[in-house]
């Protein structure tokens, strides 16, 4: 499921550029085809280039994810972790995939957490490791309060910014949704 969930992600990213090029590609060639004029000839080529650009980029992104999932030790584990965002968090580990990398990390990896907004109002706790800082998108402020706190519980040497945390501390507090599934 995580590897399904994390190639769906990456294919999400590149959902409209493909299609959106390739459909000016075709669209010159016809023009091309169809007039003889030959603007629209190398405008297609200059776009089938770019079009090539982009796959390449995507399927390296893809293949690096899958070469990258391969070596997380119990990958099926993670079927029934908490997920936030593209984040999956067990009770001694988590798995994340942000800024084109698979993170595995075990929670005393992480040295700072800091919330931030971007531009378009959505909300991130940014987890800074040895491997890089995983970018963590949340749903609402409490939920990132919760998350920080969770990850406070189980590492209390890292450093918590931007966010005050709050909640039980626990593994089923940070998702309330899936507490009552499992309730019912």
Do not use: H
């Not at 969930?5 to 409209?16: A, D, P, R, T, W």
């Amino acid at each position: 499921m995580v590897k399904r969930y994390i190639q769906s992600f990456i294919s999400m990213k590149y959902v409209f550029f493909l299609p959106g090029l390739a459909l000016v590609v075709f669209a010159c060639a016809f023009l091309y085809v169809s007039t003889g004029n030959p603007i629209p000839r190398y405008v297609g080529i200059v776009f089938g280039i770019l079009l090539f650009a982009v796959m390449f980029v995507y399927y390296r992104e893809k293949i690096g994810a899958s070469l990258a999932l391969k070596k997380v030790r119990e990958l099926d584990s993670f079927s029934d972790a908490v997920m936030i965002g593209q984040a999956f968090f067990l009770e001694d580990r988590m798995l994340g995939y942000g800024n084109k990398k698979v993170f595995d990390l075990k929670y005393s990896d992480i040295s700072r957490v800091s919330y931030r907004t971007d531009a378009r109002g959505r909300m991130f706790l940014n987890l800074e490791t040895p491997q890089g800082t995983l970018p963590v998108e949340m749903a609402l402020k409490n939920q990132a309060s919760r998350v920080a706190c969770f990850l406070k519980t189980k590492n209390p040497s890292a450093e918590i910014e931007g966010i005050e945390p709050s909640g039980e501390g626990t593994l089923l507090s940070i998702d309330p949704y899936r507490n009552e599934k499992k309730a019912a």
